[in-house]
């Protein structure tokens, strides 16, 4: 999967009614599963401040010397 920047818009939220959800279904059901998958992972990025860049696992070895008999 090519990765892919997502710009947040502030000024791009509303607060609309729950009548208006259909609308939202429509928009979302016309997006391939990839692309949703981006905003779920922006959302999450988001949420917990996450930056695939920067923030890895960190590897520690360790090493054990086994005594022969």
Do not use: C, H
């Not at 959800?21 to 922006?42: A, C, G, H, M």
């Not at 949420?47 to 920067?54: F, S, V």
């Amino acid at each position: 999967m090519k990765k892919e920047t997502i710009q947040f818009d502030r000024n791009a939220f509303s607060v609309t009614t729950l009548q208006e959800q259909d609308r939202d279904n429509k928009y979302w059901k016309s997006k391939t599963p990839e692309e949703r998958i981006l905003v779920v992972e922006f959302l999450r990025q988001l949420l917990y401040g996450y930056d695939p860049t920067t923030e890895r696992l960190q590897r520690v070895f360790e090493f054990a010397e086994f005594k022969t008999n």
